[in-house]
């Protein structure tokens, strides 16, 4: 079992930065590959990136290509996802995905708001 807590959210106006961290419980973190995904009001739930067990690769949507990066902690249990050069857009709900197949978990989600 392992339970995910996203922070680091808040209002930002655009072109800031923020940083969502998202630590994991459980002594098996570093065998899950991690991800971020973001749902805004009245829209599906969406890929945002994600990183493979060993932080060898990592994978972003087209929206966010050049402006976030993901990272991981295996040590400390932490997944980062630091955001650059926000826009109104990126407004949602973030949330930290740990999956290793079949067995999926999802944080809470930590809320984004960029302001133009």
């Known amino acids: 079992q392992v339970q995910l807590v996203e922070s680091g959210g808040g209002l930002v106006q655009a072109g800031g930065s923020l940083r969502l961290s998202c630590a994991a419980s459980?002594?098996?973190?570093?065998?899950?590959?991690l991800g971020w995904f973001r749902q805004a009001p009245g829209k599906e739930r969406e890929f945002v990136a994600t990183?493979?067990?060993?932080?060898?690769?990592?994978g972003y949507a087209d929206a966010v290509k050049g402006r976030f990066t993901i990272s991981r902690d295996n040590a400390k249990n932490l997944v980062y996802l630091q955001m650059n050069s926000l826009k109104p857009e990126d407004t949602a709900v973030y949330y930290c995905?740990?999956?290793?197949?079949?067995?999926?978990?999802w944080g809470q989600g930590t809320q984004v708001t960029v302001s133009s």
């Open positions: 459980g002594r098996t973190f570093s065998t899950y590959t």
């Open positions: 990183i493979s067990r060993s932080s060898g690769d990592t």
């Open positions: 995905r740990a999956v290793s197949w079949p067995t999926v978990y």
